[in-house]
Nanobody, 119 residues
C-alpha cells in the first residue's frame, strides 16, 4: 500500500516562509511526476507546482519566483519552499504523485497540510 504523508504546514505571518515536505512510502517501484496542489476554503483545488523525475519543474504563473519545488528521488520525497507568503496563500496543501508499484500505475494524494498566513 502506498502512502503520501505531508508535513511542515502551520501558521506564519505575511512575508514569512514555510517549507513543506512529502514522503512517499510503501511498495513503490518508481515515482514519475510529483506535484503540490492547494485548496482554499470555497475554492477549487489548484495546481501549485510539478516536478518530473528528471527535475523539470512547472509552476502556477502567479507563484513563480516565490515557491520552489524540489525532490529527492532516492528518498521518494518532494518539498515545497514557500517564500514571501501572503494571506492569499492560506490553504490546505496536498502532495500528489504518479506512482508505479509492482502491480499497477496510479495517481496518489496525501491527506493535506494546513498553511495559514496571517496579515
Amino acid at each position: 500500500q502506498v502512502q503520501l504523508v505531508e508535513s511542515g504546514g502551520g501558521l506564519v505571518q505575511a512575508g514569512g516562509s514555510l517549507r513543506l515536505s512529502c514522503a512517499a512510502s510503501g511498495n513503490i517501484f518508481r515515482i514519475n511526476t510529483m506535484s503540490w496542489y492547494r485548496q482554499a476554503p470555497g475554492n477549487q483545488r489548484e495546481l501549485v507546482a510539478t516536478i518530473t523525475t528528471g527535475g523539470t519543474t512547472n509552476y502556477a504563473d502567479s507563484l513563480k519566483g516565490r515557491f520552489t519545488i524540489s525532490r529527492d528521488n532516492a528518498k521518494n520525497t518532494v518539498d515545497l519552499q514557500m517564500n514571501s507568503l501572503k494571506p492569499d496563500d492560506t490553504a490546505v496543501y496536498y502532495c500528489n504523485a504518479d506512482i508505479w508499484t509492482v502491480i499497477r500505475f496510479r495517481n496518489y494524494w496525501g491527506q493535506g497540510t494546513q498553511v495559514t498566513v496571517s496579515s
